[in-house]
């Protein structure tokens, strides 16, 4: 018989980003770096999608050292998306953090602290572990009731089997509290982590296919499991090292993390800087630094500036970037979106959103979003998809889009309409040009 122990584990699970670029799932090249027209939640832009597509491959071979990629192009045309893109292309589990590059300049941290924190976001570490489990078909829980209640802590036995033999575990409080929240029954196949004491139901056995009337079509039969009740398994998780970092700050929480015998192989990952004319000279010069630690990430930085002052001096440089920095990028541009992609791209936005919209209405986008910006026809679905559910209709017509275009401005009627009332607004030039320097009349009154 086998004793079980649990020690306490906590689970790192990482909020998944459901927004604007959740329809992109990758780059959407074929195996010759050519892009699709459409693929992967991706449309058009062919030439920066290759470009990036040509970084990737330059990852994978390790021969990326040193540079970093900046996206280049004016605002609405994919850069975040192309790097959302090559994050995904990397693989599921390849770290990923975004930041915009004002996000630096916090009260609580230095700017070269948060930037290092940003680049310990995205450099993973993935952690390899054999850890003990026990795996097997549940022939019976049973659970001793103490004779006076409360009197002493629970306790019980668990009796297993695979194909080929059959055990029976001593249970103390904790695992029976365990197998509780999972509901484990008798005919369940499980794991449980030896060293946590983690059960995790895999499915039922096909043995009790017959009660499948009884519990419903979500159940998932899976095949008693054969050999040995006790296995070594390998288990990889995907860490970051900023993560780690968490973890560790906590009590025994390296502990948590480490179980069994580990070996650590390094992941690639993404940190991608948006608006990154935002950073000052000094963060620029430990940028150029960061990047030849042979740990660093890929560094993608985007920008949609042209020839601006580097913050923190009086000099101008393209995009704000100094240009020791700037001859270490290897720089992709986007170009402006056609009506034809305008109207995939929010084809694919509609589909993302579960948005089921008439022929018609999408051509009105389309046309709205190449007067306006794609930024603004992509909000309006969801806006449209609300009047059209208000109206109690299924599918969203003209009239929804219609209507919330006529409820929110774009940037252009938004300009125009501060045009015509602006003497009614604080600091408006309007009240300058009046005398007043500052502004304060405008302020008071
Ligand atoms: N080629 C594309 N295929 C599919 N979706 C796209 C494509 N380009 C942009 N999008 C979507 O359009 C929206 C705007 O694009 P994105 O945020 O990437 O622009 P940006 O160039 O980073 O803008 P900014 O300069 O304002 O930061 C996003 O929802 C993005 O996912």
Same mark, same amino acid.
Request: hydrophobic share 40%.
């Given at each position: 018989?086998?004793?079980?122990?649990? %020690?306490?584990?906590?689970?790192?699970?990482?909020?998944?980003?459901?927004?604007?670029?959740?329809?992109?799932?990758?780059?959407?090249?074929?195996?010759?770096?050519?892009?699709?027209? *459409?693929?992967?939640?991706?449309?058009?832009?062919?030439?920066?999608?290759?470009?990036?597509?040509?970084?990737?491959? +330059?990852?994978?071979?390790?021969?990326?050292?040193?540079?970093?990629?900046?996206?280049?192009?004016?605002?609405?045309?994919?850069?975040?998306?192309?790097?959302?893109?090559?994050?995904?292309?990397?693989?599921?589990?390849?770290?990923?953090? +975004?930041?915009?590059? &004002?996000?630096?300049?916090?009260?609580?941290?230095?700017?070269?602290?948060?930037?290092?924190?940003?680049?310990?976001?995205?450099?993973?570490?993935?952690?390899?572990?054999?850890?003990?489990?026990?795996?097997?078909?549940?022939?019976?829980?049973?659970?001793?009731?103490?004779?006076?209640?409360?009197?002493?802590?629970?306790?019980?036995?668990?009796?297993?089997?695979?194909?080929?033999?059959?055990?029976?575990?001593?249970?103390?409080?904790?695992?029976?509290?365990?197998?509780?929240?999972?509901?484990?029954?008798?005919?369940?196949?499980?794991?449980?982590?030896?060293?946590?004491?983690?059960?995790?139901?895999?499915?039922?056995?096909?043995?009790?296919?017959?009660?499948?009337?009884?519990?419903?079509?979500?159940?998932?039969?899976?095949?008693?499991?054969?050999?040995?009740?006790?296995?070594?398994?390998?288990?990889?998780?995907?860490?970051?090292? @900023?993560?780690?970092?968490?973890?560790? &700050?906590?009590?025994?929480?390296?502990?948590?993390?480490?179980?069994?015998?580990?070996?650590?192989?390094?992941?690639?990952?993404?940190?991608?800087?948006?608006?990154? @004319?935002?950073?000052?000279?000094?963060?620029?010069?430990?940028?150029?630094?960061?990047?030849?630690?042979?740990?660093?990430?890929? *560094?993608?930085?985007? =920008?949609?500036?042209?020839? =601006? =002052?580097?913050?923190? =001096?009086?000099?101008?440089?393209? @995009?704000?970037?100094?240009?020791?920095?700037?001859?270490?990028?290897?720089?992709?541009?986007?170009?402006?979106?056609?009506?034809?992609?305008?109207?995939?791209?929010?084809?694919?936005?509609?589909?993302?959103?579960? *948005?089921?919209?008439?022929?018609?209405?999408?051509?009105?986008?389309?046309?709205?979003?190449?007067?306006?910006?794609?930024?603004?026809?992509?909000?309006?679905?969801?806006?449209?998809?609300?009047?059209?559910?208000?109206?109690?209709?299924?599918?969203?017509?003209?009239?929804?889009?219609?209507?919330?275009?006529?409820?929110?401005?774009?940037?252009?009627?938004?300009?125009?309409?501060? +045009?015509?009332?602006?003497?009614?607004?604080?600091?408006?030039?309007? %009240?300058?040009?009046?005398?007043?320097?500052?502004?304060?009349?405008? +302020?008071?009154?």
């Amino acid at each position: 018989m086998a004793d079980l122990k649990l %020690s306490e584990t906590r689970d790192l699970t990482r909020i998944e980003r459901i927004g604007a670029h959740s329809h992109i799932r990758g780059l959407g090249l074929d195996s010759a770096l050519e892009p699709r027209a *459409v693929s992967e939640g991706m449309v058009g832009q062919t030439s920066a999608r290759k470009a990036a597509g040509v970084i990737l491959q +330059m990852i994978k071979e390790g021969r990326i050292a040193g540079r970093a990629v900046l996206i280049a192009g004016q605002p609405g045309t994919g850069k975040t998306a192309i790097a959302m893109g090559m994050a995904k292309s990397l693989g599921l589990e390849t770290p990923f953090a +975004m930041i915009s590059a &004002s996000e630096i300049f916090s009260l609580e941290m230095s700017k070269t602290e948060a930037l290092m924190q940003s680049f310990r976001k995205a450099i993973g570490v993935r952690i390899k572990e054999e850890t003990e489990v026990i795996e097997g078909e549940v022939v019976e829980v049973q659970i001793d009731r103490p004779a006076v209640a409360g009197a002493a802590l629970k306790t019980g036995k668990l009796t297993m089997k695979t194909t080929e033999m059959e055990g029976v575990y001593d249970l103390g409080a904790k695992m029976i509290e365990s197998l509780g929240k999972e509901k484990v029954q008798s005919g369940d196949v499980i794991a449980i982590d030896k060293p946590s004491g983690k059960v995790t139901k895999l499915g039922r056995s096909f043995s009790r296919s017959r009660d499948y009337d009884a519990i419903g079509p979500q159940v998932r039969f899976v095949q008693c499991p054969d050999g040995e009740l006790q296995k070594r398994k390998e288990i990889v998780h995907c860490v970051t090292l @900023h993560e780690i970092d968490v973890i560790n &700050s906590r009590t025994q929480g390296f502990l948590a993390l480490f179980t069994g015998d580990t070996g650590e192989i390094r992941a690639e990952g993404v940190l991608f800087i948006d608006e990154v @004319h935002m950073l000052d000279i000094e963060c620029f010069s430990f940028l150029n630094r960061a990047l030849e630690n042979e740990m660093a990430p890929i *560094v993608v930085v985007a =920008t949609n500036r042209g020839i =601006t =002052t580097i913050r923190g =001096t009086n000099y101008k440089s393209p @995009h704000g970037i100094p240009i020791d920095l700037l001859d270490r990028l290897l720089i992709i541009t986007t170009q402006p979106y056609t009506k034809d992609d305008i109207g995939k791209i929010l084809d694919i936005r509609c589909q993302e959103e579960d *948005v089921e919209m008439a022929e018609e209405a999408k051509a009105l986008l389309t046309h709205i979003g190449v007067e306006t910006s794609l930024r603004y026809a992509i909000h309006l679905i969801t806006a449209a998809a609300l009047a059209c559910q208000k109206r109690k209709g299924k599918v969203v017509e003209n009239e929804d889009i219609t209507r919330v275009y006529n409820l929110f401005l774009d940037v252009k009627r938004s300009t125009q309409y501060l +045009m015509e009332y602006q003497e009614q607004y604080m600091f408006s030039e309007a %009240s300058i040009g009046d005398g007043d320097e500052d502004g304060t009349n405008a +302020m008071l009154s």
